[in-house]
């Protein structure tokens, strides 16, 4: 009984939840990055009009969903909005293999939408979960293992694509029993999600439960999405928001200009690896218990800001050497080689960097799930929205350098607002105060400290 007891604690602890979120966004959104890496969804070069299709629709319904997507968490639950979320990945991998075997393109299209809308909720769910199970001082090493475990999913389908190349000399699509395993891996994520724990169980290391609050209705959902638009901390991170994916058009459409196949699958493969060190690195930084929390704070985006200059400098003067129509594409063997890819992979590190300060950043800002549930939907809308117009920038034509430019100086103006948000970082989050700034949340916390009652059927409680 004893060994029982002990064994439900370590599963319903928060690294064991934060893994296993891991390893749920590494068989579904991770599987994801990994079927686009292979290009055109791993179909022939023909049919990259329709996947950008499938991808349009997508990104357009997962940042209006995104916005409603914390509300969503709130009414139905994290361990069911994630379930729910996850289904929408097997789908779309599931509309590649009809289009495969079938050329039903109207499938893929319509995956696309409807993954659009899960994404919004799966990452809503993901946020709350990342961000507030954890204890205050390991927040950032939680969001470093997160990442490490969803970017293996990038890493995968760079090795696979590089195999593919190696074996074909760059051309012709994957088979259809590539999407088959990809169906599969999506479908055991889908399985993984049953497993998380709902927040009333997870306790932590110190003996503290998660914040959690009651099933709200309706009516105090919608209060909580407008607060979220009127919160001053949140208007000056819209910037970051927005910058966070907004460089993903330009970077791999250089990877796909300047290099030949095989190295791009080369580079994309140290792209991801390179996200994993960087997240690693910089979460043990922010946990370090010497300084303050507010010091992290400013150290962190201090670090974040030398760092993404300093690469950004250094790509706007290399796409200074080349355009859009270059028709040179270098080798690994190329003497060329060595600067472009060091670049590249500095891309991939800064993208890590970047993200995990903005997870960690806005896990400091409060503890509990119900908000950072709308702080999550509300960064993967703007994120997504940013995304959307920067590869319409990028489907427009628009000269790379000024698409280096753009990229550049929208990073840049995202740091001000970063600053003044980590210059108000608190030693530790109080809930009451939570409360304080979300009306939605009133009346509806249960102290970080206090574990719920399960005694009543009469009172529901959820994320």
């Known amino acids: 009984m004893n060994f029982r007891n002990i064994f439900f604690n370590k599963l319903a602890s928060p690294l064991f939840q934060v893994v296993l979120l891991g390893f749920v966004c590494l068989c579904c959104p991770g599987m994801f990055n990994a079927l686009n890496g292979l290009g055109a969804g791993g179909m022939m070069a023909s049919d990259i009009k329709l996947v950008n299709s499938a991808n349009s629709a997508l990104y357009a319904c997962f940042a209006v969903v995104g916005f409603f997507a914390g509300s969503v968490t709130n009414t139905l639950g994290v361990k069911t909005t994630l379930t729910a979320g996850s289904v929408g990945y097997a789908i779309y991998s599931s509309s590649l293999w009809v289009y495969d075997r079938k050329q039903i393109s109207g499938y893929v299209i319509a995956a696309g939408a409807i993954l659009g809308c899960c994404a919004g909720i799966f990452w809503s769910a993901h946020g709350a979960i990342m961000m507030a199970y954890p204890e205050e001082k390991n927040k950032g090493k939680y969001v470093a293992i997160f990442w490490a475990l969803f970017n293996i999913g990038g890493i995968l389908g760079s090795v696979i694509t590089l195999g593919i190349n190696l074996e074909s000399g760059g051309s012709g699509g994957v088979s259809t029993g590539t999407y088959t395993a990809f169906v599969v891996i999506m479908i055991i994520g889908v399985f993984f999600s049953l497993f998380l724990a709902p927040p009333s169980m997870v306790v932590r290391n ?166 950072l549930a709308r702080y999550a939907g509300f960064y993967k809308a703007m994120q997504s929205a940013g995304a959307a117009i920067s590869f319409g920038i990028d489907s427009a034509g628009v000269r790379l350098r000024w698409a280096s430019l753009i990229s550049w100086i929208i990073v840049f103006i995202s740091f001000p607002g970063m600053f003044v948000v980590a210059n108000q970082i608190k030693q530790t989050s109080d809930p009451t105060e939570d409360a304080d700034n979300d009306t939605s949340l009133s009346d509806h916390v249960v102290s970080v400290n206090e574990k719920p009652t399960r005694h009543s059927t009469d009172e529901k409680y959820e994320v």
């Open 206 to 371: 110190d003996g503290s439960h998660v914040t959690v609050t009651k099933h709200a209705h309706w009516v105090q959902e919608l209060k909580g999405v407008i607060h979220v638009w009127k919160e001053w901390r949140i208007i000056c991170l819209i910037p970051a928001f927005i910058a966070s994916n907004w460089f993903y058009a330009y970077q791999f459409h250089v990877n796909a200009v300047y290099f030949d196949a095989t190295t791009r699958a080369l580079n994309g493969t140290m792209y991801w690896g390179m996200q994993i060190f960087g997240s690693l690195i910089l979460g043990f930084i922010l946990d370090y218990q010497g300084l303050t929390r507010r010091f992290r704070a400013l150290l962190g985006a201090a670090i974040l800001f030398v760092v993404m200059m300093a690469i950004w400098a250094g790509g706007f003067a290399f796409q200074l050497t080349f355009e859009n129509d270059y028709d040179d594409p270098i080798h690994w063997t190329d003497s060329r080689f060595g600067r472009p890819f060091l670049l590249y992979i500095m891309y991939g590190l800064s993208d890590a960097l970047y993200q995990s300060y903005m997870y960690w950043l806005m896990g400091a800002m409060s503890n509990d799930p119900a908000l």
